[in-house]
């Protein structure tokens, strides 16, 4: 059976001059304003992207963890900053990248192994495969 979650987004007025909201199912965010200028100027609210790099980095963090403790080593801290890049192409606009940047410690387990873990990590998890058609780098820090 699909889980199936949900967000919504409300918009009023024109680009530039124009004010939304977004909101979860959760009340996670609940009309968290988003606009032309938090997203290209900014000003304070929300963007895209960074709903993105947010639900990336959530994604990949879980699916890392959840490997690490399968492979006996559980991890004692995971951090992870996902970078999206949006770039004019074109006419129009492109998210052209996501970077992610992961700090790590988990005892018992030496760097290699925790380096080839969250590379699959980053392959597997729901929201990359997703995101598939855009290229996902990782850097990784262990301690």
């Known amino acids: 059976m699909a889980i199936q979650k949900h967000g919504s987004a409300q918009w009023r007025g024109g680009l530039k001059d124009g004010r939304g909201s977004v909101s979860t199912e959760s009340?996670?965010?609940?009309?968290?304003?988003?606009?032309?200028?938090?997203?290209?100027?900014?000003?304070?609210?929300?963007?895209p992207e960074e709903l993105i790099g947010a639900a990336h980095a959530a994604c990949f963090t879980m699916a890392l963890s959840k490997m690490l403790e399968e492979a006996g080593s559980p991890a004692e801290r995971l951090e992870t900053f996902a970078k999206v890049s949006l770039d004019k192409v074109g006419e129009g606009f492109e998210i052209t990248a996501i970077a992610l940047s992961l700090e790590g410690r988990v005892p018992g387990m030496d760097e290699a192994k925790f380096k080839e873990i969250a590379e699959q990590a980053k392959v597997g998890c729901p929201v990359s495969k997703a995101l598939k058609a855009v290229p996902i780098t990782l850097s990784t820090s262990f301690a």
Request: charged share 20%.
């Open 27 to 47: 009340g996670a965010l609940k009309q968290q304003p988003y606009g032309f200028k938090a997203r290209f100027e900014g000003v304070a609210g929300t963007n």
